[in-house]
T-cell receptor
Framework: EAQVTQNPRYLITVTGKKLTVTCSQNMNHEYMSWYRQDPGLGLRQIYYSMNVEVTDKGDVPEGYKVSRKEKRNFPLILESPSPNQTSLYFC???????????FGSGTRLTVV | AQSVTQPDIHITVSEGASLELRCNYSYGATPYLFWYVQSPGQGLQLLLKYFSGDTLVQGIKGFEAEFKRSQSSFNLRKPSVHWSDAAEYFCAVGAREYGNKLVFGAGTILRVKS
């Protein structure tokens, strides 16, 4: 089944403890992206990648890192999480620029 | 920069009634336009998209949307709403000049009353 898989689905962590949210797609898509969703704000792009080893900042990149060493994987790293990073995170992938994204099921992160 | 406005935060319609969700965007060149739906606790599912050609596009689940360049709008419509359509709907805009960055509106929550 063609899909974007994120793990974990739920995560509660403490301030300052490094964490990684994994994202993998099995559709051979070139484009991948991370979004965070907050009530009343819709989805805001954190980082995106147009191909292996090519990444760029979105609208809200502060406090996040990404890497794209393989085409299928695009992990999101929070080196020192803070409570304002409590949010619902989505990974997405797309074959081409105007195809629209396929989204993962989301990761609900709580930082206490 | 791109921006997307969904003027209605909540909309309530009766089952069987018609639906129109509004979306306005701000961008100079020809945008790529999308509508997504998100059911509670789920990810986003693509309903339909427009990037060129016929300005009336058909999507899944009986939805359609019309691109009106003069009004910078891309409104989503459905002639007869079903209770299962209750969800949150997001309009999104992209453009070639911005790579694969999509900008999303804040969303419209649709409630369906029986």
């Amino acid at each position: 089944e063609a899909q974007v898989t994120q793990n974990p689905r739920y995560l509660i962590t403490v301030t300052g403890k490094k964490l990684t949210v994994t994202c993998s797609q099995n559709m051979n898509h070139e484009y991948m992206s991370w979004y965070r969703q907050d009530p009343g704000l819709g989805l805001r792009q954190i980082y995106y990648s147009m191909n292996v080893e090519v990444t760029d900042k979105g609208d809200v990149p502060e406090g996040y890192k990404v890497s794209r060493k393989e085409k299928r994987n695009f992990p999101l790293i929070l080196e020192s999480p803070s409570p304002n990073q409590t949010s619902l995170y989505f990974c997405a992938s797309s074959l081409r620029q105007n195809y629209g994204y396929t989204f993962g099921s989301g990761t609900r992160l709580t930082v206490v | 920069a791109q921006s997307v406005t969904q003027p209605d935060i909540h909309i309530t319609v009766s089952e069987g009634a018609s639906l129109e969700l509004r979306c306005n965007y701000s961008y100079g060149a020809t945008p790529y336009l999308f509508w997504y739906v998100q059911s509670p606790g789920q990810g986003l599912q693509l309903l339909l998209k427009y990037f060129s050609g016929d300005t009336l596009v058909q999507g899944i689940k009986g939805f359609e949307a019309e691109f009106k360049r003069s009004q910078s709008s891309f409104n989503l419509r459905k002639p007869s709403v079903h209770w299962s359509d209750a969800a949150e709907y997001f309009c999104a805009v992209g453009a070639r000049e911005y790579g694969n960055k999509l900008v999303f509106g804040a969303g419209t929550i649709l409630r369906v009353k029986s």
